[in-house]
Nanobody
Framework: QVQLVESGGGSVQAGGSLRLSCAASGYPANYKCMGWFRQVPGLEREGVASIYTDDSSAYYADSVKGRFTISQDSAKNTVYLQMNSLKPEDTAMYYC???????????WGQGTLVTVSA
């Protein structure tokens, strides 16, 4: 059974930083990509960043390029999202996901809330 456990959310002032973690277990060997999404109630879910676990190639939404960094610790099966220069519009529930590629991140964690105040 696939399990994704996110942590690291919280409240921070604009300009601050947070690091999210996602520990993954039980996923099939063909699941080569992990990523982060975010969602605000009433708005569409937004893909934030993704990383391929075999070669660490990473992809970012334009809205977070230059501010967020996705990375991995393969030994711990953990993916991180370092979020710097946070803005109030980054406030959302952040979800970790895993799947065979970044178009099919099909198993999701429970989410962790990030709140950025002005």
């Amino acid at each position: 059974q696939v399990q994704l456990v996110e942590s690291g959310g919280g409240s921070v002032q604009a300009g601050g930083s947070l690091r999210l973690s996602c520990a993954a277990s039980g996923y099939p060997a063909n699941y080569k990509c992990m990523g982060w999404f975010r969602q605000v109630p009433g708005l569409e879910r937004e893909g934030v960043a993704s990383i391929y676990t075999d070669d660490s190639s990473a992809y970012y939404a334009d809205s977070v390029k230059g501010r967020f960094t996705i990375s991995q610790d393969s030994a711990k099966n953990t993916v991180y999202l370092q979020m710097n220069s946070l803005k109030p519009e980054d406030t959302a529930m952040y979800y970790c996901a895993v799947g065979p590629n970044r178009e099919y991140l099909e198993v999701w964690g429970q989410g962790t809330l990030v709140t950025v105040s002005a």
